[in-house]
């Protein structure tokens, strides 16, 4: 089921596409740099796709990375290092145990 | 955000869609208790103390579940009334605004967002994220895409009267590395590919915005007892096999799964996300 979901959600549904107003100015944005953690690059559990976002969630100064996994729409932690980078990840806790947001399989 | 606006920061989320109902993604709060801790996931309710559902399915040109699920939320004060709005996108790929009431009360209307006449929309997965990208003091919305592609809605109004320009292209998704006709190995993702989902802020203290981009992706690797080259070799051969029965027509589904089933014994795959920074040059 779960993977059925997400090959459907990465199909364009039968909507016409976006109605781009112009296109970016040329190398608007430097190569992009695949996030790691203890040297590899990250990855949701799968199958899932990543959501991701940054705040200092546990008020040290330092963001911290917060991933939706899709998978169970539990959401991984990766505390932001004094060093740079992040972290080991850890699932979000919610009333002592993860955090899983239904409706999301 | 701090969404109740009680001084500490919650988690706003969407959802694909609810079982118990009509198909609808339905809002979940996680409430911060203010040291770093959540609640448990709570639907976001309307006005009306029912579940907030976006789009009306007695308008005209409701567009049906694919307006309603998939959904994903952003929070920012649009029509500078001191109340935290929602933009909401879908599976769809238009975005809904809903307005704030204060304290993470919010109307049980919503209404779809309009560009020069025509719904603001991306290619499939509407996925909002509110941020000044231009600097000129009122909140524009950025949305990654089902296809990977990233946009920017210049908003052209003020602070109280948002109005939203055309999409514009901010991101091509990346491309897959093709080697011998084929996908295979880490090394062939070097961007963001399909299903994006965006946060921006200026990440590297340099003054300029930038992006953080989660995504999807198939990873391949050489099925168990394989080497990698050898792996490679057949999968290559896999793939030129299936373009010619493409081409020659034999698109049955008894063939086409005999061939899938085949390409077990060569790779494995996995369905996967990664997490991208685009440094703004």
Known sequence: MLELILTLCALSPQTPAAEVGEGPPPSLFRPAVAVTVEGRPLRVVSPGYACPALYDLD????????????????????????????????????????ATVPGIW | MDLDQDGDIDILSGSYSRQSADMAGLL???????????SPPEVLLADDGEPLIIGNSEVEDDGGDVERICTRAAAGDLDGDGDLDLVVGNFEGTFYFVEGLGKGRFSATSRKLQAEGKPLSVSGHGDPFLFDWDGDGDLDILSGSASGDVFLFENRGDVHTPRFAKAKLLLKSAQPKVVDGVVFGEDAITGPQSSTRVWAGDINGDGKPDLLIGDMFTLTWPAKGLSEEVSRERYSKWA???????????????????????????????????VWILYQR
Not at chain 2, 28 to 38: A, I, M, P
Not at chain 2, 246 to 261: L, M, N, P, Q
């Open chain 1, 59 to 98: 008020g040290d100064g330092r963001l911290d990375l917060i991933v939706g996994q899709f998978r169970s729409g539990a959401m991984r932690v990766y505390p932001g290092l004094e060093e740079g980078g992040f972290g080991s990840g850890s699932f979000l806790q919610a009333g002592g145990k993860p």
């Open chain 2, 28 to 38: 979940q709060v996680l409430h911060g208790d203010g040291k770093g801790g959540f």
């Open chain 2, 240 to 274: 030129d096999k299936l373009r010619a029965l493409v081409e020659s027509g034999e698109t049955s589904g008894e063939a086409i799964d005999a061939h899938y089933e085949r390409m077990k014994e060569i790779v494995r795959q996995e369905m996967t996300g990664g």
